[in-house]
Every structure is written in C-alpha cells, then in structure tokens.
C-alpha cells in the first residue's frame, strides 16, 4: 500500500495522456490539418507502446523493475514536451506539426509501454496471485478514474488553452510519480547473467510495425497490389518467420515461446488481442462523434464519457473483489465479452439523429463489459506462468492487447476513412469529396458552421454514418472474446487456500509466489 500510489500514478499518467488527447484531437486536427491522417495519432503511440512492451518486460525482469520502471517514466515525459511542442515555431510551424506529433507520440508510446508492463508485473513481485485480484481491481479504478478524468480534463484544456496543454499537463504527475517510486518503492535485488534478446527484439519490431502499415496504408495510400504494400508484406513474413527460430534458440528471448505451451495463456493471450482490437480501435471515435456530429464542446463531450467509464470502475472493483473472495475468474471474461459485444452493436445503430444521452447509454454497455475484462485478463495470464517469467507474462498481455488495439485504430481508421470518402461522394457529389481533407475537414466548428446547411448536413451525415459503421466492424472481431474465454480452464490461483498443482495429464504444476523480505 505504500508503493500503490506511486504505481497508481503512473499507471494514471499513461491513460489519462490517451484519454486527454482522444478529447483534443479534433481541435488539434483543425489546427494542423489532415483529417485523414487523424487515427495515426493515436496509431503511432499505441504501436510505440505495442513494439516497446516485451522489451520493457525482459530488461525489467534481468535488470531489476525499480530502475527501468523510473526510465519509462522519463522518456515518456519527454515524448510528451516534444508533443506539446509539435508544429511550433521551434520546428519551423504549423506546416509539418501533423507529422511531427505522429513521430514524437511514437516516442511517447515507447515510455507508455514500460509504464504500463511494469507496474503490473511489480504488483506480481510483490502481491501473490489470490491476493492479486484486489490489487489489479483498485488499479483497474485508477485506470477507469483517469480515462473519466482524461476527457474532462482534455475538454477543459481544448475548450479553455491551447491543446498544447494536454501534453504538458503530464509534466507535475510525472515528476510526482517519478520522486514517490525513487524514495519509496524497493524491490528485491536480482543476480543474473543479462543477455538482451535484441535480434529478436528487432524482428519483433520490424513485422509488427509492417503489419501496421500495411493494415494503415493499404487501399488508401497506396494500392493493395502497389510494391509498397507487397513490399511490407514480404517484410512482415519474414521479419516473423526468422523470429520464432531465433527465440528458440537465444538463451535469454525477448518473448519465451515456451509460455505459449499453457493453454490459458495461449487462449487469454488472444482474447487481450481481440479485446484491444475492438475497444481501442473503436472507443477512438467517440470524441469526433460526440464534438462534430452530437454538436458537444470539447468539455461536454468528455462528460458524455462519464457513463461508460464510471460503469467499468464500478465493475472493475466488484470483480478484483470477487476474484479475491472466491478464487474464481473463468465466468467472468465470458460475461465482459458477450457485454462488450452488446455495445458495439448499440453504438452502430447510432446516427447523425442520436441524442447524446441515447449514446451514453450505448457507451455505459460497453463499459460494463470492459470492467469484466480488463484486469482478469492480466490476471489469468501471470498465473499461467512461473514466477520468473512474471515480468515476461504481463509484457505478453500488455503487448497483444496493444497490438490488437495498433490493428484495430489503423484498420478501423481506414475503414472510417474509406466510408467517409464514399459517403461524401454520394451525398454531395465531386464537391463533397474535397472535405474529407482540409478544409471543412479540419473539422474545426468555425469552419463546418461557415459551410452552406445543405453541404454542412451531407458532411454530417456521412460522418455519423462512417463512425457506426466503424463500430459494425467491431462486433465481427468482439463476438470471438466470449467464444474464447469459454474454453479457459479454471487454474487455482497461487497463493490462497486450497490451490494445489493440478495433477491433470499435461498441466504442469503452479508454483507458489515466493515471499519476499
């Protein structure tokens, strides 16, 4: 409990950034420019994140976390002044601010990556399993807490500073984090031969970031048959066929492929894929619903948030509590699923006609099924796995949730961007098209309320139209979760009473946390 509130904040630091700037991006969008290149704001922090997590992991758990934890936090506060000061005179104006955010928020992700995996595998270091669920729910809250904080937070910055605030705000939570884990946070000192896995790493890192581009670039930048594309994905294929030999063989792998060798971790680990596939590359857009089609101001739409993020703390709690009590978890991922899947099809029957409090009863369904799912993912994952490859197991669950959510923002993204075009040609012709980039596309409302009603209402239209239909294509990925999380087995947790070793053919005994001074 001493060590909580650093953990916490930090933890806070990295979701409340995600949720500040999801509310700013429509004004940071009128500012910069390029409509069309909106998702990979948030693309290129969640695949910093997603390439940056097993790496964060492995060194953490060769290195000591205490240090490494300390370094994520620094490199994140950085990416997050140099975001802050995208487009500015300093990098020569507002004509390359898109590209400069896109590059210094990949910074930014690869901090957020060690924030994340760290603090949940020093919680495993110091919490055992059956305890866990208490800890990982008061977490899951802190998480729920700065995403309900973020949109508020984010709104009022838009609406009343510079959106340039909504990365320097980060700055005094950081520093405090950074002083209380310094001063208080110790962990036991670990002896080991260190041999970082960095060709798999970079193979790792290099198919994944193809992967992204293809998913990103494919049918809009660039043809699907173009040599840009193929060429990405002859990179990807190979990137990760050279990558399962070399982790066989390294002594020290940047991702164990003998973890994979436990069912519940195999089958936990793609339900965190789908999970951040549906959820991340959906809920981004939210805000440019709420801000562009519902009318809201930038303050107003992140209180429109409020139902689905205070639904997923309450849930959240409830379960860590539950999971503490009972030592039971398997039903709980399934009901999150079928939950999950309940929203996203409420949220694509919206329409330029939805009343905002019709859509905060859409979004509260989907939060309760992501409080049943958040948390007990992680959970099920590190108690699949020894304790040395603790670090490792939450490095993995963070990482496929990430990946799943890179995926999702780049395919969801195209497919917004796709329907959107298309909607404006239909809607208003040649003339229409043109609006999906600059201009009326900068989404600024200055800028939309100058437009002819007839123009303003088609754009409209076709927005809310691309934003349900991005929400349609989530229900095809979200359905699987529940499908999946059927099939887990329920494992005792370590740690409480009565959990044995299974002695069931081919389930290798569960070892007990180790105690710590």
Not at 59 to 74: E, H, M
Request: glycine share 14%; net charge neutral.
């Amino acid at each position: 409990m001493i060590v909580l509130p650093g953990l916490m904040l930090a933890v806070i630091l990295a979701m409340l950034d995600n949720m500040i700037v999801g509310t700013a991006l429509p004004r940071i969008v009128g500012e910069l420019g390029g409509l069309a290149h909106l998702s990979w704001v948030v693309t290129a922090y969640v695949l910093g994140t997603t390439v940056s997590t097993p790496i964060w992991g492995k060194i953490g758990d060769l290195y000591g976390r205490k240090n490494i934890f300390l370094a994520s936090i620094v490199i994140f506060l950085i990416g997050s002044v140099l975001c802050g000061m995208a487009g500015s005179a300093m990098f020569g104006g507002a004509g390359g601010g898109m590209g400069e955010l896109i590059a210094f928020r990949a910074l930014q992700g690869l901090g957020a990556g060690g924030l994340l995996v760290n603090a949940m595998a020093i919680i495993g270091d110091l919490v055992p399993p059956r305890e866990r669920g208490r800890y990982q729910g008061i977490m899951a809250a802190m998480m729920s807490l700065a995403m309900i904080a973020g949109p508020l937070v984010g709104g009022f910055i838009t609406d009343h500073l510079s959106w340039r605030w909504a990365f320097y705000v980060n700055l005094p939570i950081g520093a405090v984090a950074f002083v209380w884990l310094l001063v208080r946070l110790h962990l036991p000192k670990y002896r080991t031969e260190h041999r970082i896995d960095w060709l798999g790493a970079g193979l790792l890192a290099v198919g994944i970031t193809a992967l992204v581009l293809i998913t990103t670039w494919g049918g809009t930048e660039y043809d699907w048959v173009s040599p840009q594309i193929l060429g990405l994905a002859a990179l990807a294929v190979i990137s990760l066929a050279l990558f399962v030999p070399v982790e066989r063989r390294v002594a020290e792998p940047i991702l164990p492929l003998h973890v994979f060798g436990d069912r519940n971790f195999t089958l936990i680990s793609l339900v965190g894929f789908l999970l951040g596939f549906a959820m991340f590359g959906a809920i981004n857009f939210l805000p440019l619903f709420q801000q562009t089609v519902q009318g809201a101001s930038a303050t107003n739409s992140g209180l429109l948030l409020l139902p689905m993020m205070a639904a997923m703390m309450v849930i959240s709690l409830f379960v860590g509590q539950a999971i503490t009590r009972t030592g039971r978890y398997k039903i709980f991922p399934v009901v999150g699923g079928v939950i999950m899947v309940a929203g996203m099809g409420l949220l694509s029957l919206q329409d330029v006609n939805t009343p905002s409090w019709q859509t905060g009863v859409f979004i509260a369904v989907l939060g309760l099924g992501m409080g049943f799912l958040m948390q007990t993912t992680m959970l099920i994952a590190q108690n699949s796995v020894e304790q040395k490859d603790l670090g490792v197991a939450s490095s993995a669950s963070t990482f496929f949730r990430s990946i799943g959510g890179s995926f999702g923002v780049s395919i969801f993204g195209a497919i917004f961007n796709h329907h959107l075009t298309a909607g404006l040609a239909d809607r208003l012709g040649p003339q229409g098209a043109s609006l999906a980039e600059g201009g009326g596309g900068r989404l600024d409302p200055a800028a939309l309320a100058a437009l002819p009603a007839q123009v303003r209402d088609g754009f409209l239209g076709a927005l809310a139209s691309s934003i349900s239909s991005v929400f349609f294509w989530a229900i095809l990925f979200a359905v699987a979760v529940p499908l999946l999380a059927a099939f887990v087995k329920e494992v005792p947790l370590r740690g409480g009473p009565g959990a044995t070793p299974s002695d069931e053919p081919g389930e290798r005994p569960q070892p007990v946390a180790a105690a710590l001074d």
